[in-house]
């Protein structure tokens, strides 16, 4: 009479050294396809972000301008009371000013009665004259 537990690990082998490479080749192929467009959609993300924080320092700027009668020399004029707006506050227009999606300052520029916001993070570009 045969043992029975013998008889059961001789059916019941692991896999080959072939099945892994199939499955692992599987995987790979897929990955393969799917990585790319995971990180396009993240940067496609990245810049609408940035767009939103510019709208929203847009609209920062669009407040100080009305209180103050002109744009401030730097974003930190959003944050901190400026001296020489007499209607500033009381409260900051902006708690703290944002940094764009790359972790980088945005760049601001003003020029009398316009100013232009640019986010130069993702190497393309982004301006608030995109908007």
Known sequence: ??????????????????????VLAIVGSLAAMLIPQVLSRYK?????????????LIQALNNY???????????DGLSK?????????PDPYMKKVPKDPWNKDFV????GNNFT???????????????
């Open 1 to 22: 009479m045969q043992n029975p537990l013998r008889s059961r690990s001789l059916n019941s082998r692991g896999m080959t050294l072939l099945e892994i490479m199939i």
């Open 44 to 56: 496609s993300a990245q810049m609408k972000q940035a767009k939103v924080a510019i709208g929203q």
């Open 65 to 75: 301008q009305i209180d103050c009668g002109k744009y401030p020399p730097t974003l």
């Open 81 to 89: 009371a400026d001296a020489d707006c007499p209607n500033w506050g």
């Open 108 to 111: 601001y520029e003003v020029k």
């Open 117 to 131: 916001i640019i986010s130069n993070g993702s190497g393309k570009e982004i301006s608030s004259d995109d908007l």
